[in-house]
């Protein structure tokens, strides 16, 4: 099959023929549809994820047509329509037992612990457990752009931020999660404060719901903007990029017991970021992370999206071809693309 293919981290990224997948026991094999350009998976070719083994083929955001079937699975067949959150779980260990599969202890990612979507065919494990069934009325193209971006985004802002209408909610990135955790809390009833540098990106924040929009390079202090504009602070923030400045200014700018969600990948040297604890002491700040979502939560994600609250559709920036991959990886932290890429030509 053709595959996105690397064999050292930074290096040379390739289309070429690699050996099919083999089905497992618990596995299921996709033909793929459609599959996102995420900058997880920049990540993983810069060598930021310790789970990466060389050579890799890189694609975590995916949709298709389930083409072969393990032995043991039970709950899907041939033909079905399916995509999978871009972290699954194993299905026995502590966290999987208590729901929380997002985290779990031996969990398989497509694209960083095994090849992923950026292929004509991917292998899925632990598929029972993991698949979601893809509803008609959702094309392969929107599934995709689900992602890992827009679900980790909704369990960001409702599962773990609980965000409820009313509220303010502050957005530190317009990249596809940003624009997802704006539409999703924007679509609850929030009100919005988009923050980005780069103004078509906050255009398009504001159609998918922001009602504030900040551009950092033109003023002094985010965090004191966000204060003018919400009263008192954000009750939620999220930073959605996952660097030093972002992490402090989310943190900053929340009301007394307001809540900061990290769904943006620190890394390098955002690794750790500078925290204001004395402010997260004396408010009672509460810090918390999002990391993926699980498959049984995807139902929440659909009933939204086929009632029109929110619409992936509008953060589709383009659709390339396999071929295309390996240059638009490459140059993804460049930051050039406005919505979402999906592979969708192989």
């Not at 083929?57 to 298709?64: D, F, Q, R, S, T």
């Not at 204001?276 to 990391?291: F, N, R, W, Y």
């Amino acid at each position: 099959m053709k595959a996105v293919y690397y064999t050292q981290f930074k290096g040379k990224v390739e289309v070429r023929d690699v050996p099919d997948p083999q089905v497992s026991p618990n596995s299921v094999i996709v033909k793929v549809a459609a599959t996102g350009l995420c900058r997880s998976d920049w990540h993983g070719w810069m060598g930021h994820d310790p789970d990466i083994v060389l050579p890799q083929v890189p694609g975590h955001e995916l949709a298709g047509v389930i083409a072969e079937v393990g032995s043991e699975i039970k709950n899907f067949k041939l033909g079905d329509r399916v995509t999978v959150p871009f972290v699954s779980g194993c299905g026995c260990c502590p966290e999987c037992n208590t729901g929380n599969h997002q985290v779990c202890d031996n969990q398989f990612q497509p694209g960083f612990t095994a090849w992923g979507s950026f292929a004509e065919f991917v292998e899925i494990k632990y598929a029972d457990i993991n698949l979601v069934h893809l509803p008609d009325e959702i094309d392969f193209v929107t599934a995709a752009s689900l992602g890992c971006r827009f679900i980790t985004s909704f369990r960001a802002v409702i599962d773990q931020g609980k965000v409820s209408a009313g509220q303010w909610v502050a957005v530190h990135g317009c990249g596809g999660v940003g624009l997802s955790a704006i539409n999703i809390a924007a679509a609850v009833g929030a009100n919005v404060i988009a923050v980005d540098i780069d103004n078509d990106k906050l255009e398009l924040a504001q159609k998918l719901g922001a009602s504030v929009l900040i551009n950092a390079k033109e003023v002094n202090s985010v965090p004191e903007e966000i204060l003018k504009a919400s009263g008192r602070g954000a009750h939620v923030s999220i930073d959605a990029l996952g660097s030093q400045e972002t992490c402090f200014n989310s943190i900053s700018c929340l009301r007394k017991r307001g809540k900061h969600i990290q769904v943006g990948l620190t890394t390098a040297e955002h690794k750790h970021p500078l925290i204001p604890m004395d402010k997260v002491v004396a408010h009672e700040i509460e810090i918390l992370g999002s990391h993926g979502m699980q498959a049984f939560r995807y139902d929440a994600v659909f009933e939204m999206i086929k009632s029109g609250k929110v619409h992936p559709e509008l953060m589709l920036g383009k659709t390339i071809s396999l071929d295309e991959v390996p240059e638009a990886l490459v140059n993804m932290n460049k930051f050039e693309n406005r919505g979402v890429t999906v592979i969708n030509k192989f």
